[in-house]
């Protein structure tokens, strides 16, 4: 697996500190946009993690985890519309919440496997909107219109600006979530997950009570991609039914294969990727029109979409593993046959 | 005589693990051969790489062409029958729909339908339950139905899989006995894969013994009938 | 009674479209052991095409033909092209490369066609056809047309050798190349034909639901859950599936919108549809996975 060196995380981490504070110096680079920006890449990285803990560390392949999202962000923005609750008291209930939901959707999804979870998954996506508008929940959920709710409030009078703030706010939990999902993984239990993924069988004679781990997985799969919703909720300050829908698991999905199926800084690359690409559809929209002349709107599914057949082909470990790999087998020959092993030992299983 | 079918240097392999070593024979046109050896000795590996289902190297030559590295579905296409370890048999379908599946790539609608007729001329049991799912076979009736179903493509060289495996002794003595008959009837020159080497010898004129992937001997099947290494391993006596 | 008829007519006509997306789901997933995420989408742009050949002045029937046949050739060519090269690849693989497929019809339609809803019009005579009060033309035509057309298929996987050597194929590829069948393209062919059918039930529903780059997801969904109640490698429990599933769809919000009219209480109705398919497509995976007529065929090691 592509362990990110430890030295060449706290200089990132105290660079993604600093960075904001370099705004009264450098207004135009560190703008308050940008910075909001970051703090989507934060929260998409959040939601890639939590799917990778499920796909990439476990071996269950979700399609739903949009309606993990969901739930998440919801929950968030019922308790701060309903109950006048600070936002950030809304982040662990909405854990619980998802961890609740994710452990309950884990006991059938025990009995399905590969193209099957998959299926059932992709079943829970594309009727979670639709479950949000239910009539019973409009009082809670405000139905097709959603929630509106105002943004984080900058505690403590700090001197910062509400971009900034929610930048903090964002970096925190993040760097918390990662800490914890290093540790769970390099723990007897993380062990225990991915020899799961690697050998179904092998797991269950092992004494690995294989239905716990996969369901409890679950569990902590959607409460993390659940946080990502409830921050969600909060940095864009409304939530709706609509957005909730396929096309935003099709964004995790990117971010987990472009990241790296089961690699923890693979999923933060991943996240930033698709806010990235997502953003400049736009502009390659515009590109594609007046600097090609072709009349055609290019959409960012339309790039997701290739991206993610060509990566199957080119790299399927992932850009960051892929690249990780290339420059160990460059520095040890014997890398490349190992990694080829590797390989062939994933896809047999 | 050239001969019908000739292997060279042949080297199979599973995954990273090889299974042959170098398997050298060649079969005469006309002739029956048999591959003898132990379970794993690579019987069914041979009759694999020949039809090039594993990945091999080495050289295979079916009637002076070099088939070595065609896909399965041509080399069969050259006439080559095979009846594999386990039958095969589509179970899903019914036995008529077996029979005429081997005759896909026949253009020859006269031609497969006499061939039908043989077929069932050899196996009368099989007419009887053309309508028939093929999975409710018995045992020895979807061994017939494999070997009816290598004869529908005219093969001029048939591969045999253990035809005896699991089947009464009435039954394998009634196979052997049509197998006879297909060779010297219709020229069908054979390569028989047996554990019941007596039978094998009896039927065969030549034969190959097969040990971890090596030839470790080859003769006239008289002679090797008699050899003592054989007798005590294979014949058991 | 009249409305309760008319219930279960449109739910046959509803059935009749999900009968043939389920039909091509399992027709790619009895040789191939996928299931095809992207067949909804395909469908979808085979259904643009027809209608973009209409505005072009084309009859309905000779654009319903071109987009069956251009969706056979792409069908063939996705799986050649793309699918061939990943036949060993893991089980993640195979569904990321649908999704990405589904990504890319979906926002091709759009980019090309715009995500404005567009009316599709109905190939069959308004005036005597149908049967009035209880089915309407439309609709009786669409079962009519599907009927055709798994006619159709029946004879040719049944009475055609190459149908013959398509189901020894999908049943036992290593056998099948042992008797000469050219596997890799009876695959690609099953592709192509599942793209056809496809093609045919999103023509026929454009008029129904009006044509948009979204209109399959619902539909899709539907055919997953008449596909697994037939059983998902049981062709003809598919098809009877989908007639069970979409008179069931119907009957369900007929009896939630009967519920309200008596108590007063809204429970369900149309707008929890696909909640109901996501209901059906759980239990039937984890309750009964076989189907219900099909061989147990989910948890295979
Ligand atoms: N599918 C396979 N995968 C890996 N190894 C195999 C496979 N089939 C056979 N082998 C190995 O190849 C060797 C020869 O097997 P085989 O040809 O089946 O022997 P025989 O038919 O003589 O009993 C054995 O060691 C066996 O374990
Ligand atoms: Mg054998």
């Known amino acids: 697996m592509p362990a990110f060196p430890k030295k060449w995380l706290w200089i990132l981490l105290a660079l993604a500190f600093l960075v904001p504070l370099l705004q009264p110096l450098l207004p135009d680079v560190v703008s308050n946009y940008r910075l909001f920006l970051v703090s989507t890449m934060i929260i998409a990285a959040i939601a890639v993690l939590g799917l990778n803990l499920l796909t990439g560390f476990n071996g269950q392949i979700s399609l739903g985890h949009s309606a993990f999202y969901a739930v998440g962000a919801y929950t968030a923005a019922i308790l701060m519309d309903k109950l006048d609750m600070p936002y950030y008291a809304t982040l662990p209930i909405a854990a619980v919440m998802c961890f609740i939901v994710g452990y309950l959707f884990g006991l059938p999804a025990l009995k399905l496997e590969g193209h099957y979870l998959a299926l059932a998954t992709f079943a829970l996506a594309l009727s979670v909107p639709q479950i949000l508008k239910y009539k019973w929940l409009e009082d809670l959920t405000?139905?097709?219109?959603?929630?509106?709710l105002s943004k984080p409030d900058v505690p403590f009078g700090l001197p910062l600006n509400e971009d900034q703030w929610l930048y903090y706010y964002c970096l925190v939990v993040?760097?918390?979530?990662?800490?914890?999902?290093?540790?769970?993984?390099?723990?007897?239990?993380?062990?225990?997950m991915m020899a799961i993924r690697d050998q179904y069988m092998a797991a269950d004679t092992m004494g690995i009570d294989t239905a716990l781990y996969k369901t409890v997985t679950f569990g902590i799969s959607a409460a993390y991609t659940g946080i990502a919703g409830a921050l969600s909720a909060s940095a864009i300050a409304f939530v709706a039914p609509d957005s909730f829908n396929f096309f935003l698991s099709i964004k995790f999905l990117i971010g987990l294969v472009v990241g790296g199926v089961g690699s923890l800084a693979g999923s933060v690359v991943g996240g930033i990727f698709y806010v990235l690409v997502d953003n400049s559809a736009q502009a390659l929209s515009t590109f594609v029109k007046n600097d090609l002349g072709l009349q055609f709107d290019l959409s960012a599914y339309t790039v997701f979409g290739i991206i993610l057949i060509v990566l199957m082909y080119l790299m399927p470990m992932g850009i960051v593993g892929g690249v990780y790999y290339l420059v160990r087998s460059m520095r040890s020959p014997g890398a490349k046959a190992r990694e080829q092993a590797a390989l062939k030992q994933r896809a047999s299983s | 005589m050239a001969a019908l079918l000739e292997v060279k240097a042949l080297k199979a392999f599973y995954g990273q693990t090889q299974s042959l070593y170098d398997v050298g024979f060649a079969i005469e046109d006309g002739g029956i051969t048999t591959l003898l050896g132990a379970n794993g000795a690579g019987k069914t590996t041979t009759l694999r790489a020949i039809c090039n289902m594993v990945r091999t190297e080495g050289s295979v030559r079916f009637d002076g062409k070099d088939i070595t590295g065609m896909p399965t579905e041509e080399i069969v296409r050259l006439r080559i029958g095979h009846v594999p370890e386990g039958r095969g048999t589509f179970t899903t379908l019914t036995v008529g729909e077996n029979l005429r599946i081997a005759a896909y790539t026949r253009k020859d609608k006269q031609g497969v339908r006499d061939e039908l007729d043989r077929v069932f001329s050899y196996f009368p049991r099989l007419k009887e339950r053309v309508q028939q799912q093929a999975g409710t076979l018995s045992g020895g009736e979807?061994?017939?139905l494999a070997i009816a179903r290598a004869l529908m493509l005219k093969p001029r060289l048939m591969l045999l899989d253990e035809p005896s495996f699991g089947l009464a002794p009435l039954i394998v003595v009634e196979i052997f006995r049509i197998l006879r008959l297909i060779n010297e009837e219709e020229g069908v020159s054979i390569l028989l894969v047996e554990q019941n080497a007596a039978l094998a010898l009896d039927l065969a004129d030549t034969a190959y013994v097969l040990e971890t992937g090596r030839v470790v001997m080859w003769g006239p099947s008289a002679v090797v009938k008699n050899d003592e290494n054989v007798r005590k391993s294979y014949l058991g006596y | 009674m009249e409305q309760f008829l008319q219930q279960i007519a449109s739910?046959?006509?509803n059935g009749a479209i999900y009968a043939c997306v389920a039909l091509a789901l399992v027709m790619i997933y009895v040789s191939t052991d996928h299931i095809?995420?992207?067949?909804?989408?395909?469908?979808m742009f085979s259904t643009y095409i027809s209608w973009q050949l209409m505005s072009w002045g084309a009859e309905f029937w000779v654009a319903f033909a071109v987009a069956v046949v251009f969706s056979f050739v792409m069908g063939v060519t996705i799986e050649r092209v793309i699918l061939r090269p990943l036949h060993n690849a893991p089980v993640l693989s195979i569904v990321v490369v649908f999704i990405g497929l589904l990504a890319i019809c979906n926002s091709m339609a759009g980019a090309i066609w715009s995500y404005l809803i567009k009316e599709y019009p109905s190939p069959f005579p308004k005036s005597s056809f149908g049967i009035a009060g209880v089915i309407g033309p439309h609709q009786l035509g669409v079962v009519l047309v599907t009927l055709v057309v798994l006619g159709l298929l029946f004879v040719f996987f049944r009475y055609t050798s190459l149908g013959l050597a398509m189901r020894a194929a999908a049943q036992n590829p290593q056998m099948a190349r042992l008797v000469g069948v050219r596997v890799d393209w009876m695959l690609a062919l099953g592709w192509g034909l599942a793209a056809s059918v496809g093609a045919v039930a999103g023509t026929m529903v454009a008029h129904i639901v009006y044509l948009d780059p979204n209109m399959m997801g619902g539909i899709l969904l539907y055919a997953f859950a008449s596909a697994l109640v037939g059983g998902i490698g049981n062709p003809g429990g598919a098809v009877i599936g989908g007639f069970i599933v979409g008179v069931l769809e119907n009957m369900v919000a007929y009896a939630g919108n009967q519920i309200e009219k008596i108590t007063g209480v809204y429970i369900i109705?149309?707008?929890e549809k696909l909640t109901v398919a996501l209901i059906i497509v759980i239990f039937v995976l984890t309750v009964k996975p076989a189907g219900l007529f099909g061989r147990v065929v989910v948890k295979r090691v």
């Open chain 3, 269 to 271: 109705g149309n707008g």
């Open chain 2, 142 to 144: 979807q061994q017939m």
């Open chain 3, 11 to 13: 739910g046959l006509a």
């Open chain 1, 142 to 148: 405000g139905g097709v219109q959603g929630i509106v």
């Open chain 3, 36 to 43: 095809n995420f992207a067949q909804g989408e395909l469908a």
């Open chain 1, 174 to 192: 993040m760097v918390l979530l990662y800490w914890a999902a290093a540790n769970i993984l390099n723990s007897r239990s993380g062990r225990a």
